[in-house]
């Protein structure tokens, strides 16, 4: 997840204040842009996709910036292996030509028809450089994080996240209900001037009727071949996510001691959603790549009704999820463990033949 925004007028205080806010979330590149006086652009990239890093903002040959923090996962926009999506994105809206005369509706409604196409969580900020505009928004779910920094009922910045400001400053979360944008031909705006086009209905309806989904209907179809035809597609969706992981990662990860070189991780409650993402994980980065993969499994214990500790449910079905997972993957392959006094993130030992040592005596200390 990478960090952007814009900031308009800031002074120094508040561009490091965002600069280091939206470090956080984009460690491996940090860059500021000032576009015209008064107009700053921030970009902080974590770089997992691409075989470089895009560096953000990411301006074309005619001065149009792009800030993005998304993944395209699928659609009608084809990202080729080891591009970046920022990359792609910003090819295809710059190809847009949008015109100083055109209107803002139909701008923004040829943007809309782009992002429309993408299949994956996403945020951004674009500005045309022929309009002297920017737009900025989040896909129909809000999967990405946008806010909105206002002062006065002036617009001040658009981020990803909050950050430390003056007390006049208040922080807003962009709706998920269309593209917004302002003219930047003034840097004091107030937020009545930006303008809105809401995202069509149909984007937010299944494309058809459930009853017409294959997999739902069983009445003609053994269940045996209906668990291989879902297993198939579960094991494609995460051998292609994993397959899109930057180089990069790969060469970072060897840096590292043999015990910290784990890049990926399952959020795990021992539930069945989470031991099939799980296996099919392992699976997915085959033999080759012995990587360990993280499984982390959040549980607050408690005490009885007699005052004697007791795990919590969550982390039992971990733990019988572990021992599954072992039972039917045969070939090592190993993760490392940290605690915490209440919120306790666990990683542990997977298929790994001194899984019984060593994890025993992690569930002891906890």
């Not at 807003?172 to 930047?184: H, L, Q, T």
């Not at 982390?296 to 009885?304: L, P, S, V």
Request: glycine share 8%; hydrophobic share 40%; net charge negative.
């Amino acid at each position: 997840m990478c960090g952007i925004g814009v900031l308009l007028r800031p002074d120094g205080s508040s561009l490091e204040s965002a600069k280091r806010a939206l470090s956080n979330r984009g460690p491996d590149n940090v860059e500021v842009v000032e576009a015209k006086p008064g107009l700053t652009f921030l970009g902080a990239v974590l770089h997992i996709q691409g075989d470089v890093i895009m560096r953000q903002p990411a301006i074309d040959g005619i001065g149009n910036i792009l800030l993005w923090n998304g993944e395209v996962f699928g659609g009608e926009l084809t990202v080729p292996v080891g591009t970046s999506d920022t990359t792609a994105m910003l090819a295809v809206l710059g190809a847009l030509a949008l015109a100083s005369d055109e209107s803002t509706e139909q701008s923004t409604q040829r943007i809309m028809s782009i992002l429309l196409k993408i299949h994956g969580p996403f945020s951004f900020i674009f500005y045309s450089s022929a309009q002297d505009r920017v737009y900025f928004g989040r896909d129909p779910f809000g999967r990405r994080s946008l806010v909105l920094s206002l002062a006065n009922e002036y617009i001040t910045g658009i981020t990803s996240c909050c950050f430390a400001v003056n007390n006049d400053t208040q922080f807003e979360e962009v709706p998920i209900s269309g593209i917004f944008s302002f003219s930047a031909a003034s840097t004091t705006i107030p937020r009545s001037q930006c303008d809105h086009t809401s995202w069509p209905e149909t984007c937010l309806r299944l494309n058809r009727p459930l009853q017409d989904l294959s997999l739902v209907s069983t009445e003609s179809r053994d269940i045996g071949e209906l668990s291989k035809d879902f297993l198939t597609l579960v094991l494609q969706s995460v051998t292609k996510r994993v397959s899109r992981l930057s180089p990069s990662l790969f060469v970072q990860r060897e840096r590292l001691p043999g015990d910290q070189r784990c890049f990926v991780g399952v959020l795990f409650s021992g539930g069945i959603d989470s031991l099939l993402l799980a296996a099919a994980l392992h699976l997915s980065m085959g033999e080759a790549d012995r990587a360990p993969i993280e499984l982390i499994n959040i549980a607050f214990d408690f005490r009885d009704q007699q005052g004697k500790p007791s795990a919590a449910p969550d982390r039992l079905a971990g733990i019988a999820g572990l021992f599954a997972l072992k039972v039917i993957n045969n070939k090592p392959r190993r993760t490392s463990c940290c605690s915490l006094k209440l919120l306790i993130a666990l990683t542990v030992l997977l298929f790994s033949d001194c899984f019984q040592t060593a994890s025993g005596d992690l569930w002891k200390s906890m």
